[in-house]
């Protein structure tokens, strides 16, 4: 279910704003090991500011010709056509690579840099917004296949809004 990237960056700085509330309304519950997840909101929030920020480099790159992996041929594989067809992804099939998996222990201030360096990343894409579609080389998803730059974004919002729906269930929101 593609959709406009314009629509895409709206839909993520919405969400960013939602992990930012959540964070000042829920303080110090927000830090704690609740049932139904290994991981606290948290760092659910630390992961999804992470491997975004991961993201939204490499869409840069795409756009600019300078991403390392870059190839014009590749497609997504079943699962990445899977998640970006239905917009979802399934909870508790994969296992965040080593990079992007949350420390043990986070504190709020940590919590809260990498959310803004996220951010900052996600804005850095809004110039390039018109030029997305125009990328025909793809790079590589650990799990979803080869990507272009448009899919990225929408791979982007789908990871963010996955992450939102577990904290939200976490947090009984």
């Not at 606290?40 to 010709?65: D, S, Y």
């Not at 594989?77 to 909870?91: C, D, K, Q, S």
């Not at 018109?130 to 789908?158: D, K, M, Y």
């Amino acid at each position: 279910m593609p959709t406009a990237p314009e629509t895409e960056l709206a839909t993520l700085r919405t969400c960013y704003d939602t992990l930012a509330t959540l964070l000042d309304r829920e303080g110090a519950r927000f830090f704690e090991k609740l049932p139904g997840s290994d991981w606290t909101p948290a760092q659910h929030a630390w992961h999804v500011a992470v491997a975004n920020g991961m993201m939204f480099k490499g869409i840069r790159l795409l756009c600019e010709g300078r991403h390392p992996q870059a190839r014009p041929e590749g497609a997504p594989n079943e699962i990445g056509r899977h998640v970006l067809a239905t917009g979802r992804m399934p909870r508790g099939r994969a296992r965040a690579p080593e990079a992007v998996r949350p420390p043990d222990t986070l504190d709020i201030t940590a919590l809260r840099e990498a959310l803004q360096r996220s951010h900052q990343g996600l804005e850095a894409l809004a110039p390039l917004l018109s030029r997305l579609s125009a990328v025909v080389e793809r790079a590589p998803h650990p799990f979803l296949g080869w990507l272009n730059a448009t899919e990225w974004l929408q791979v982007a919002r789908i990871h963010t809004m996955h992450h939102l729906h577990i904290i939200d269930e976490l947090l009984g929101a």
